[in-house]
């Protein structure tokens, strides 16, 4: 469960200089992220580093696949561009390098924060005629993604054409995910997104599935439901390979080059992965769950099916991983709040049955990734893991905090969205002074207190997930929000050291009433939201504008601002909001939730979304961010061990790219 990076408090002083933005293309700027805590690493912790990040870089390709069943397909035709763009005349070199960043940053020609579809500048005969000399110099020759070569001009032609309506159309799929999608269309059918075949909502009726996280469902002619399952298949044949196997089979072979160099407890942890990639199993995953929150060493991962924002229907797993090196400096804020998480259960303003007793203090950690891949984007600066309720109420969780990203992302954005869009001079004051230590506290407090926060009712063994449906991950992230700011006014925030003054909390405020504006520019199109993140913003602040009038829209000289008037009465609506979401969590309210996300988190009205959008133009910051990682090279000495690893910063996104793709055969 994550919070992702939309507050633009406040950049940080000491990415100033350096420079984190590194490339732009429209709307979405490039920016380089650094993990110098790799330096403080032992020989053997750097080398366990790189054999895991080899490990994300072997998965990154399933996400395209999820996220459309074209993906895959469009991602080779363009990697075979770009590796031959020296043929290409400069208008079209740059029309299609352009196009192709902006489909790698999001793993798909869909945005993967609005899910809406982008299209490219080029014109079908322009990519033909690429495409034709990229074959002449050499492309498409061998198999890539498991996709045979394109051995004739025939072929490849038959390929474009196969393409041209994923690429060009803008009827055509046009969002990869649709919770609320127009008239009375099904939610899966209005969806891009690949985890379903020809299955419907009403198809699913009575159908429990049995990999609900790890497979694809698809409907037979006969009108039988089949999960294809994710699995590499065990070494012995018995459980034979499944969907993605080429993908998980070379990441299980970079995994166990990992256990060499693991350090204690960890070898097992990677040992439960690759079971898991091997057989499929949901109960391996749980197992490996288990042996992976109760390890935190200083070189951690995620790797795996795990977020379900992509799938309508909240139950599809996407492709997604990361390694990290914990930062030293920040993780003691982390290990604070976890070691207090029963003294802010028991303030919490919910029901008492709904209360946790004998709260397990999440491990908490401040961290740089050092490489980030699949549905795991630079954008999300909080994670929480793992997802599965069982696992939480009897084991805890993790939560990560990261500060690399975070700081780069801030680096980049600079000042004038706050000076534009701030609705008085006491809030940009504020928010400069306070803001960053704001939002590394709020992401703190979202991931350590809010997502492990709450008790279920009895009845809902396994979770609320199965009940609230569409709507389960909005109410999740706002009530992790809310969590957040109904605690940063408590006393024992500062007397733990958690913040400098008052004014953190007085910016966090501000900066989650303007949030619900400023995001409106990252809507191009339509009067719906989709992201779970920006309905859970729009809910709060919606919500307590209308109960509380702690918040009031104001017009000057033709700008709208949302104006924060009385912190007070929007502390009392953060918890009448907060109980309300807790009891609905607790007791599966469907029907409530719809209800509150309908009304006040889905639709915005477009003519202001035009303002905000005209006025972030003129200011020319990205609306979007897409993350360089850090780059390992290793040595090795003549019995194949490693020997030295060094890390480097590349500032080249399409070298970076280019050189993930050559892992499967890309020419």
Request: with cysteine.
């Amino acid at each position: 469960m994550r919070v992702t990076f939309l507050l633009l408090l406040a950049p940080a002083l000491w990415a100033a200089e350096s420079g984190s933005l590194v490339d732009r293309v429209g709307a979405t700027g490039f920016i380089q992220l650094q993990a110098e805590s790799f330096h403080q690493l032992t020989p053997r912790q750097q080398a366990l580093t790189y054999w895991l990040t080899q490990a994300s870089i072997a998965i990154d390709p399933i996400n395209y696949d999820q996220n459309s069943a074209f993906g895959l397909r469009q991602k080779r035709l363009l990697e075979g561009l770009m590796l031959h763009q020296a043929v290409l005349k400069p208008d079209l070199r740059r029309k299609i390098s352009e196009y192709t960043r902006l489909f790698w940053a999001n793993r798909g020609n869909h945005n993967e924060m609005t899910a809406q579809k982008f299209l490219p500048e080029f014109t079908p005969d322009e990519l033909r005629v690429a495409a034709q000399l990229a074959f002449a110099a050499g492309a498409y020759k061998s198999a890539a993604y498991g996709l045979p070569p394109l051995a004739t001009q025939a072929e490849l032609d038959g390929e474009i054409q196969a393409l041209k309506r994923s690429i060009f159309d803008p009827a055509f799929e046009p969002l990869i995910t649709a919770k609320s999608p127009e008239g009375s269309l099904d939610i899966l059918h209005a969806s891009a997104n690949n985890f379903y075949s020809g299955v419907s909502m009403a198809d699913l009726k009575d159908f429990q599935d049995a990999h609900p996280l790890n497979s694809r469902l698809v409907k037979t002619p006969d009108g039988k439901l089949i999960e294809e399952v994710y699995r590499a298949g065990t070494p012995d044949g018995k459980i034979p390979p499944g969907r993605y196997a080429e993908f998980l089979g070379k990441a299980n072979n970079f995994l166990e080059k990992a256990r060499a160099y693991a350090e204690p407890g960890q070898d097992a942890v990677l040992a439960a992965l690759i079971r898991y990639y091997q057989t499929g199993d949901p109960q391996d995953w749980i197992r490996f769950g288990i042996a992976w929150v109760q390890n935190s060493p200083a070189v951690d991962f995620a790797n795996g099916f795990i977020e379900v924002y992509r799938d309508a229907r909240a139950a599809k797993g996407t492709s997604q991983s990361f390694v990290t090196v914990t930062d030293r400096k920040l993780t003691g804020l982390m290990a604070k709040i976890a070691a207090n998480a029963q003294y802010f259960e028991d303030r919490a303003p919910w029901a008492a049955q709904y209360k946790k007793q004998g709260v397990k203090p999440p491990m908490a950690k401040a961290v740089e990734s050092v490489i980030e891949t699949g549905d795991f984007h630079v954008n999300t600066v909080g994670d929480n893991l793992p997802n599965e309720n069982e696992i939480r109420e009897k084991y805890a969780s993790k939560s990560f905090l990261f500060t690399g990203s975070s700081r780069a992302i801030s680096s980049a954005a600079g000042w004038g969205a706050l000076e534009e869009f701030a609705a008085s001079p006491e809030e940009i004051a504020v928010c400069k002074k306070y803001g960053e230590e704001a939002s590394d506290l709020m992401t703190a407090l979202h991931e350590v207190i809010g997502h492990g926060s709450g008790k279920l009712s009895p009845r809902l063994q396994g979770g609320s997930e199965a009940y609230l449906k569409e709507y389960f991950s909005t109410l999740e992230e706002a009530r992790a929000d809310l969590m957040a700011l109904w605690n940063v006014t408590d006393p024992k925030v500062r007397e733990l050291g958690l913040m400098s003054g008052p004014g953190v909390a007085k910016a966090m405020y501000y900066s989650s009433v303007r949030v619900a504006l400023t995001q409106l520019q990252r809507i191009p199109k339509g009067d719906t939201i989709e992201e779970d993140h920006q309905r859970n913003r729009q809910l709060i602040v919606n919500y307590i504008m209308e109960q509380t009038a702690a918040i009031r829209k104001i017009e000057r000289n033709g700008k709208t601002y949302l104006q924060l008037v009385d912190f007070d009465k929007m502390h009392q609506g953060v918890g009448m909001l907060l109980a309300e979401l807790m009891r609905i969590k607790a007791e599966g309210d469907y029907p409530a939730i719809k209800a509150l996300i309908d009304k006040y988190a889905v639709h915005f009205d477009p003519k202001l979304r035009d303002q905000v959008a005209a006025r972030y133009d003129k200011l020319d910051i990205p609306s979007y961010w897409c993350g360089i990682n850090s780059d390992l090279t290793a040595t090795f000495d003549p019995a194949g061990k490693v020997a030295s690893v060094a890390v480097s910063y590349p500032r080249d996104f399409v070298r970076q790219q280019l050189s993930y793709a050559a892992m499967y055969g890309v020419q």
